[in-house]
């Protein structure tokens, strides 16, 4: 028992060839829309300082306020956008995003965006991720360049097992064949 609780502890300094990526990041900046209202928009015409503003898990590496990139312009209601975002050696290729809220008009409009696509990068396997966007309307538009915020997250839709489940499983039935042949003695 004592070597099968030790074999289940793990301890890594780095990810193994085809381990997945796991946790949460989290950005935010501003965006350019392509009308006056958040309640309105139907694309990000481009990205005004985008920084990760959270992370965890695989992602707890990144600095925050590191700089993130993102593909110049983007429809919220979109098929696949190859490179979307990348940040601290992880890129994410978004396959497929669409509009599930989206309410009012200037000044206090607002928009929310959901997505899946694939994260992958500093030795992961790629891996599948919801992504989530939102805009809303400033309190006062002064600048049209800085006119909107966003926030936006992704999470890993799996976590990897590495294996401890079906050792166990096999310790369990090794037991069980052990006490079958002992009561049948």
């Known amino acids: 028992m004592a070597v ?4 289940t502890q793990t301890l890594q ?11 949460n990041i989290g950005f935010i900046g501003g965006a350019t829309l392509d009308t006056d209202s958040a309640g309105t928009a139907t694309e990000v015409t481009s990205w005004i300082n ?5 992370d965890s898990g695989s992602f707890a590496g990144i600095p925050s306020y590191s700089s993130a990139s993102f593909a110049l312009t983007w429809n919220f209601n979109s098929g696949a956008v ?3 975002w990348s940040a601290g050696g992880f890129t994410f290729n978004l396959t497929s995003s669409e509009i599930v809220a989206q309410s ?11 997505g899946t696509g694939y994260v992958s990068g500093n030795g992961y396997a790629p ?7 939102t805009a809303q309307d400033p309190a006062a538009q002064t600048d049209p360049e800085e006119a909107w915020t966003f926030s936006a997250s992704a999470a890993s839709l799996s976590t990897p097992d590495g294996g401890s489940t079906v050792m166990l499983l096999g310790l369990g039935l090794s037991g069980a064949a052990l006490l079958r042949r002992k009561l049948s003695a």
């Open 4 to 7: 099968a609780i030790a074999l």
């Open 104 to 114: 009012g008009a200037y000044p206090v409009g607002s928009v929310t965006v959901d």
């Open 50 to 54: 985008p920084v990760v503003d959270l």
């Open 127 to 133: 891996t599948l991720m919801s992504w989530s966007f």
């Open 13 to 23: 300094a780095t990810p193994l060839p085809g381990t997945q990526t796991t946790g």
């Open 82 to 84: 190859s490179n979307f």
